[in-house]
């Protein structure tokens, strides 16, 4: 299908994904784009405060908002990269790498990237030892002592994640103590192969053809022998693609209460965005709002 579309929403994870399920119920001709499907919801590990679930891995949730969206009246380009955003006259132009569309709004629900540590040893082993998805990964390291890097509610979950198939984790925070859930936090502290190194920085990986040791600083310079080392320090928000919005200095794309941006017409939701608080249940909050705020913004014009 081409031509001009009312909507068009650039990424597909909880937030992409309910605004499309709004939008399709409200009848708009709506295109999504998007290289995946379900984005971090997908890495996650047990998910346990979405409402209406107790436990669903993530998975599994991904593949239900999936199977939800699918069966609305709504164009999906999977495995397509938005690449630029321009402003026409009374329109947008979304350019992939794949094409260029047409569309009356937009909503921006491109979700954020893992954070690189940026030291030594990093690049050079990602895929030999060096991973920033311990759901993906996780299963090559059954039985071998790795190290988390992290201190907040991505490294516990990848803590967690890990217990039963490593040896041994070092979960590694240059933080005086573990930040984000408690119930989580209290997990990680009971659990037998865990050792939490405080107020450590991370200074280099190093390995062979594959990683070794990582060496660290806490009171005095330490290397620790790890055959995997699992960097979750955070996200950056994935808006390099847009330069016509305002961001704040964590390139993070300024919304209202309506989810609108500083350009009408365009909407922005989910990790993308200065929301405060990265959850999977606040992004398909937010997801809702902009499409309705989109509804009633292509409401207006028409009248």
């Known amino acids: 299908m081409t031509g001009l579309y009312d909507l068009i929403i650039v990424g ?13 119920r409200k009848k708009l001709r709506t295109l999504a784009v998007s290289k995946d499907v379900g984005g971090q919801t997908a890495l996650s590990g047990a998910v346990e405060n979405y409402t209406g679930y107790q436990y669903i891995s993530g998975f599994e949730l991904a593949r239900k908002f999936e199977e939800h969206v699918k069966e609305f009246d709504l164009e ?13 006259d009374d329109t947008f132009g979304v350019s992939t790498d794949q094409g260029t569309y ?10 954020a990237k893992p954070k690189e540590l940026r030291i ?47 040896r041994k984790i070092y979960l590694i925070t240059i933080n005086p103590e573990l930040e984000g859930d408690q119930i989580m936090k209290g997990k990680v502290l009971q659990a037998k192969n865990v050792e939490v190194w405080a ?4 200074l280099e990986i190093l390995g062979d053809s594959m990683v070794t040791a990582i060496r660290v600083m806490r009171l005095d310079e330490t290397t620790l022998d790890v055959q995997g080392v699992f960097i979750e320090i955070g996200y950056t928000p994935n808006s390099e693609f847009i330069d016509i919005v305002e961001k704040n200095k964590l390139s993070e794309i300024k ?17 993308v965005t200065d929301v405060p608080e990265k959850q999977i249940i606040i992004a398909a ?19």
């Not at 999906?76 to 026409?88: P, S, Y």
């Not at 047409?102 to 979700?111: D, F, H, L, Q, R």
């Open 255 to 271: 919304v209202n209460a309506r989810c609108e941006t500083s350009v009408p017409g365009i909407f922005a939701a989910g990790d």
């Open 12 to 24: 597909a994870g909880p937030a992409g994904i309910t605004a499309g399920i709004y939008a399709a």
């Open 76 to 88: 999906f380009h999977e495995r397509e990269e938005a690449t630029g955003i321009r402003k026409n």
């Open 102 to 111: 047409e569309g009356k709004s937009v909503i921006i629900a491109s979700g």
């Open 199 to 202: 107020n450590t920085k991370t």
């Open 120 to 166: 030594p040893g990093e690049k050079e082993f990602k895929n030999r030892g060096v991973t920033y998805c311990a759901t993906c990964d996780g299963p090559l390291f059954a039985g071998k002592d790795v190290a988390v890097i992290g201190g907040g509610n991505s490294a516990m979950d990848a803590t967690l994640q890990l217990l039963s198939i490593a």
């Open 285 to 303: 909050g937010e997801g809702a709002k902009a499409s309705l705020s989109a509804f009633s913004y292509l409401s207006r014009k028409r009248q």
